[in-house]
């Protein structure tokens, strides 16, 4: 979570020898549902919801409406991002631009009535619960916006300074994906949910990196301070392998500490050695969307390893 | 832990989320008339909802107490946030000033103020009244001031329909469906609330207007979404009158059906030499000339102000303002300047006379000296001078077509009017030869028309210089206009003389060689008619006059 893609996570070329056997329309609702679900950040809420399931496992927390929640800010954060951003997409992502701009009604009621269901919901997990909903929205306004003049220009100036603007993105998503659900199941602060708290923090950091490798030449020109701008893409890597190295030694740390289990400590393990495969294609590959979206996706490994791990499915 | 009554959850739940929803809508809408104030009205009905389902899920009486007093955040904020969103959404926002804002807020504040320390005084009391059989905490409010601030609520409800009401005549269909659903949303909580003070609604253990706000909620969404609220907006219409009477440059005085006058426009206020905001209230009568003051001046009525040297006059106008059963409510008189119009009126007046008079007089005294002497020089005065009387009097013409005195209503006979210019050209030029073809039925037409076609035959005749001098003037009628040709197989008009023509103006190295074709030009225009140049086979010009009928 907490990143984002300007690409398609595939070709839309001509089809493949194996496609040519698929009716031509059937192939063609695949690319409409594609383009639906990258677009409009779709996907992202899927991940995101994995996201809190996997904390829900670790901590062993009830099932809970947390992960709807958390999935409906999602879209409606990510979408209603899109929003804004659709004609300063034209550009870069001239695709994604077009099908929000040909949406944008649509998806702007959507992404309203999601945020709007999200604090309902929050609602049944009381008062925390329904702070840590606002949250991400509240850091999407102070962000994208001069709603409040004073402390939207302070966050506007954050915005541009090297870690603290993808520190702020990491923060609100990592409280909301560990917080919501210990706020639903009114649970305690324990260091096992610290130690997830940190995890998802430093992951999220690392996830939000990626993607600014590709917008480089935007984020100078609006002077906005990202890793790959102050030090380059060489560094950038070597900055994200650190991350991802210091975040194995204090999952290796907690496990020999008897805060994690073996079996959670393994999962994660395994999700930070593909993060690091991940980062050595930093700058080294002609897809970066693809590679943001790959980024993602180790959540889901992440989560499949646990449930094998725990329950044995 | 929640309970009271099955159906009041599921809708508080879903007040939340249509209002927070509309609320974001809202917001997305800015900086739209009224947008803001709405994303506060609905934050405020949210939070209403929302402290309620936190007092309903309370554990203990003191948490639900709790809740129950931080709803009074969001109780006050709507009615301030409503009547602040009417003001604007209709155009109205010159009363939105900080001031005023703070006037508002006042009884809002004191009630959360006195809510949060009801345990001091009780006159604002919350107080637990029992514990429903799901473990609810039931809680009870009332007080002195409880009532007033539900006044206060239900007249600043009342206060902000009213401009909104005068959209539901709209002929816009979007405004009238914005303002439609505006007014449900908004009186279907407040209409709960007051039948709930009232005792008419039954006991469902909790104040039931946050559940009501599920209707407005949809009444919100309604409006921005299906009647485009932010996206067609009324603000201008009621803004723009204001503008146009503040701004035009005609002074504008409004005075009611008592001879007192109720407004008056900065114009006015600059004409009359008089304050805008002390002459309101004052008798009509002393500022405007109402009966004898009137000046006639042909007919007009001219109001004149100031001094002799800095005098400007005015051509008032009065309009009578009725009710829909047409009875007299007041007047609006307009003064508009007519200073200049007068001024070149005089000037034309003194030219004509000097055009008229005082040339020809100096001519005929040339004239006579030159009858003394014989000779080709005297010819030659002799010829000269009539060519100034010829000017002059083309002059003349000029200034009665600007003096609009040709412009006649009535209007003469087409086929008269052309006898009688052919007649004078076969006079004036008897080496030519004129052809008429007239119509096949007369029509009236403008007498201005005879400067047109005296000066087109005129312009055929003196420049063709050939041996087979021909000028064929052809009227047809085409429904309600005549169409005038007059053809001549001269050398044609220069194309040089066209361009100036065309031009509209001329300048002291660019000019044309006479006042004829002007003349041609400016009576077609002031008797609202056109005219074309085209070159004639094999030689001359077929110049095409169209103008009205009578």
Known sequence: ?313 | MISPTSIAVPLLFGSVALGASAAILAWRARPNPGAVSLVWLLIGQSWWSTCIVFSLSAETAAEATFWTKVGWIGVMTVPVAWILFALEYTGRDEHITRRNVALLSVVPTLTVLLALTEEYHGLLYVRTVGVTAHGSVLVEQGGVWYSVAAVYTYLLGVLGIAPILGLLSSGATAFRGQSAALIVGVVTPWATNVLYNLGVLPEVGIDPTPIAFAISGVAYLGAIDRFRMFGANPAPAWRAKQFLFDHIHDGAVVVDGHDTIVDVNRAGAAILDVDVDRVLGRSASELLPLSEPFRAEDGAEILTVGTESTSRSYDVNVSELTDRHGETLGYVFTLHDVTQYLQQQQRLKVLNRVLRHNIRTEVNVIQGYAERTTGDTAETIKQRTMRIVEISEKGRDAIDLFEDAVNDREGTSLADLLERSLEAARDAFPEVDFELESPAEDAAVSEGLSVVVDNLIENAAIHNEGEDRRVTVTAEIDDDRARIRVADNGPGIDDYELDVLNSGTETPLRHASGLGLWLVKWGTEVIDGSVSFEPNEPSGTVVTTTVPLR
């Open chain 1, 1 to 313: 979570m907490a990143s984002e893609t300007n690409e398609l996570p595939a070709s839309t070329g001509d089809f493949a020898p194996w496609r040519a056997a698929v009716p031509a329309s059937i192939v063609d609702v695949g690319y409409r549902i594609r383009d639906v679900l990258t677009y409009s950040s779709a996907y992202l809420v899927f991940i995101a919801m994995i996201e809190v399931l996997t904390v829900h496992i670790v901590l062993s927390l009830p099932l809970n409406p947390a992960p709807v929640v958390v999935g409906l800010v999602t879209f409606a954060v990510y979408a209603g991002d899109r929003i804004a951003d659709a004609d300063d997409d034209a550009i870069s992502s001239p695709e994604r631009s077009a099908f929000v701009t040909r949406h944008r009604t649509l998806l702007s009621v959507l992404t309203a009535i999601t945020y709007g269901l999200a604090i309902a919901l929050s609602l049944t997990g009381g008062p925390f619960a329904l702070a840590i909903t606002l949250l991400p929205g509240g850091f999407w306004i102070l962000y994208a916006s001069d709603w409040l003049p004073t402390f939207g220009s302070y966050f506007k100036r954050l915005k541009r300074v090297l870690v603290v603007n993808s520190t702020i993105v990491a923060s609100a998503w990592a409280i909301a994906v560990v917080g919501l659900p210990i706020a639903f199941a009114e649970a305690s602060v324990t260091p096992l949910a610290t130690v997830v708290f940190v995890y998802f923090l430093v992951d999220t950091f690392v996830n939000t990196e990626i993607p600014n490798v590709r917008d480089v030449k935007a984020d100078e020109a609006v002077g906005v301070s990202t890793l790959p701008v102050v030090f380059g893409i060489r560094r950038t890597r070597r900055i994200l392998y650190g991350l991802d190295l210091a975040l194995i030694a204090f999952v290796v740390a907690a496990l020999s500490s008897g805060i994690l289990t073996t079996a959670v400590a393994a999962a994660i393990l395994v999700g930070l050695g593909y993060a690091l495969v991940l980062a050595w294609f930093v700058g080294r590959n002609t897809a970066p969307g693809r590679l943001a979206i790959a980024g993602e996706a180790k959540h889901l490994v992440v989560f499949a390893l646990l449930l094998v791990f725990t329950t044995g499915v």
